[in-house]
Structure formats: C-alpha cells, structure tokens
C-alpha cells in the first residue's frame, strides 16, 4: 500500500471523510462521559470521586437515608424525635431491610409521618415514589453500588467493539504516514492498551474504589490517541510534517 502523501485524490478524500467524522464522534463520546461523570460528588469537573460513584456507588447512605431530614421537616416531626427516628431507619437498611422489622418497626414511622406525601395517590400528584408497602420503601433502601455488571457487560460489547474498529483504521492509516517506526509502533498500540485499561477499570472500580484510576489513566490514553494518529494522517497526506517526526527513508 503507498504511503498516504502518494494517494490519489480520490483516494485521499475517501480518508479525510473517514478522519474528520471518526475526530468528531470520538469528541462527541469524550464530552458524552464527560457531561455523565462530572459533578457527582457536586464539584466540578470529572475527578476520581466521580469514577468511584459512576462504577462503584455511594455505599455512604440510600435514598432513604438521605432524604428523611427533608421529609421529617416536610412532616413537622420535632427535632428530638429526629435521631431516634433515623437511628430505626439506619438499622434496618444495614441489617437486611427485612419485612419483620419493616412490619414491626419502619411502617409505623412512615404511617405517621410520610403518607401525606407518599401515598400512591398523592405521589402520582407530586411524582414522588409511592412508600405504600414494604416493595415501596425497599425500592429506595437500596444501596447505590453503580453501574452493574450487566450495565458494564452491555457497555463494553459495544465500545470494543466499535471503538476497535475506529482504532485499527486509526493505526491503518498512521503507519502509512511518514512518521518515524518507533513513533508509529508506539502510537498505534496504546489506544488499544488505553481501552482494554479502561474497560478493565470499570470492573476492578465496582469492586475496590482505589483502581477509578484505570478509568482515567485509560480513557486519557484511548480516544485522544487515537485522534492523534488520525490528525497526524491528515497533516501528512495533505501538508506534511515537521522533519523531527519523519523518517529518514521516508520519500
């Protein structure tokens, strides 16, 4: 295959096409992550909490937990009652969430102090969950583990795929540029190593929040790579390049 400088026109306006919306879909992803990940820890920015909430959760509190202050100040409820209240509401979403103690224990309090707001009626009035039943109430006990591994499954089925093919045409057209070999062996490969780091990260995150560097380190690597390799075809079909980044041989 000639080197792409030595294309026809045809040739490399079939590539340009190819390079210019492949840059923009990749850009596209980028800010997609980044407008999904950014602010979940209620900074600014995409920082590792971010990741670590996005794959591993916020195993701090559940829904319950987090908005009962609200829904007691909503209900009136004085302040003493306050930590005896929460104190019943904690235990029994650390313990299980069972029926015995929601029966026993957890739908008295909110018989008392949430229906007015909560009752399948009202809810669908004000669109809050209804906490009705048991079914109700443990819906929003839940823990937020992340993104499950389903999630992650699907996720991943389609961007290795799909971004695989993006980074072999990538590194297709990058080693026929004029680009010096070590160069060309270097950039070619770490997309594919930033992906697979990335992927892997969002299973090792799940588990162990300590690894949301894999995320980052991996997606800094994989995308932004890429679109180096393929503004680099670009520049050295149409214009050329800087002499330091081209090989001796090459003519």
Same mark, same amino acid.
């Given at each position: 295959?000639?080197?792409?400088?030595?294309?026809?026109?045809?040739?490399?306006?079939?590539?340009?096409?190819?390079?210019?919306?492949?840059?923009?879909?990749?850009?596209?992803?980028?800010?997609y992550?980044?407008?999904?990940?950014?602010?979940?820890?209620?900074?600014?920015?995409?920082?590792?909490?971010?990741?670590?909430?996005?794959?591993?959760?916020?195993?701090?509190?559940?829904?319950?937990?987090?908005?009962?202050?609200?829904?007691?100040?909503?209900?009136?409820?004085?302040?003493?009652?306050?930590?005896?209240?929460?104190k019943?509401?904690?235990?029994?979403?650390?313990?299980?969430?069972?029926?015995?103690?929601?029966?026993?224990?957890?739908?008295? &309090? /909110?018989?008392?102090?949430? #229906?007015?707001?909560?009752?399948?009626?009202?809810?669908?009035?004000?669109? @809050? %969950?209804?906490? =009705?039943?048991?079914?109700?109430?443990?819906?929003?006990?839940?823990?937020?583990?992340?993104m499950?591994?389903n999630?992650?499954?699907?996720?991943?089925?389609?961007?290795?795929?799909?971004?695989?093919?993006?980074?072999?045409?990538?590194?297709?057209?990058?080693v026929?540029?004029?680009?010096?070999?070590?160069?060309?062996?270097?950039?070619? &490969? /770490?997309?594919?190593?930033? #992906?697979?780091?990335?992927?892997?990260?969002?299973?090792?995150?799940?588990? @162990? %929040?300590?690894? =949301?560097?894999?995320?980052?380190i991996?997606?800094?690597?994989?995308?932004?790579?890429?679109?180096?390799?393929?503004?680099?075809?670009?520049?050295?079909?149409?214009v050329?390049?800087?002499?330091?980044?081209?090989?001796?041989?090459?003519?």
């Open positions: 295959m000639r080197p792409l400088h030595q294309m026809s026109l045809p040739e490399k306006l079939l590539h340009t096409g190819f390079i210019i919306l492949a840059c923009f879909g990749m850009l596209s992803a980028e800010l992550l980044f407008v999904t990940h950014t602010g979940l820890d209620g900074k600014s920015g995409v920082t590792v909490k971010d990741i670590q909430i996005s794959y591993y959760g916020d195993r701090s509190s559940s829904k319950i937990q987090s908005v009962l202050p609200t829904m007691l100040t909503n209900a009136g409820v004085d302040k003493a009652q306050w930590p005896a209240i929460e019943t509401i904690d235990h029994w979403v650390q313990n299980g969430q069972t029926e015995a103690e929601y029966t026993a224990k957890i739908k008295p &309090i /909110v018989d008392a102090h949430c #229906m007015m707001c909560h009752s399948v009626a009202m809810s669908k009035q004000l669109h @809050n %969950p209804p906490l =009705a039943t048991y079914n109700d109430l443990k819906k929003v006990a839940q823990i937020n583990t992340g499950t591994i999630q992650m499954l699907m996720g991943g089925m389609v961007h290795l795929t799909m971004l695989g093919v993006i980074f072999w045409i990538a590194g297709w057209l990058f026929r540029t004029r680009v010096t070999a070590g160069l060309k062996g270097l950039l070619v &490969i /770490v997309p594919f190593l930033g #992906m697979l780091l990335d992927f892997s990260g969002w299973f090792a995150t799940h588990y @162990n %929040p300590a690894f =949301a560097w894999m995320v980052l991996g997606g800094a690597l994989s995308c932004p790579i890429a679109a180096l390799e393929l503004v680099g075809a670009f520049f050295d079909m149409w050329g390049l800087p002499g330091f980044l081209s090989s001796k041989s090459a003519s």
